[in-house]
């Protein structure tokens, strides 16, 4: 199992939206509107990278609202 934080910047004033959209998404334990450099902080996971990056890519950046994300994976050291 591959886990990450996705950090996403939005629109302007479309961050709790996001948010909301995309903790509905199957593979995100949770998705926080936050305040700083992001908007909106994702915790997902999935099988493997490839996985996590088709989750990235098809399931969360074309949310309506979103400009911009970086993915995070979780290492163990």
């Known amino acids: 199992m591959v886990q ?3 950090l996403i910047q939005t629109d302007s004033g479309r961050a709790s ?3 909301r959209a995309i903790k509905e998404l199957e593979g995100v334990s949770s998705s926080e509107a936050v305040t700083g450099p992001y908007d909106v902080i994702v915790s997902a996971e999935a ?3 490839d996985a996590l990056g088709h989750l990235v890519v ?3 950046q074309p949310v309506t609202g ?3 994300t970086l993915t995070c994976p979780v290492i163990r050291i």
């Open 4 to 6: 990450a934080f996705v």
């Open 66 to 68: 979103i400009v911009r």
């Open 58 to 60: 098809t399931q969360i």
């Open 17 to 19: 939206e996001v948010a």
């Open 47 to 49: 099988a493997d990278v």
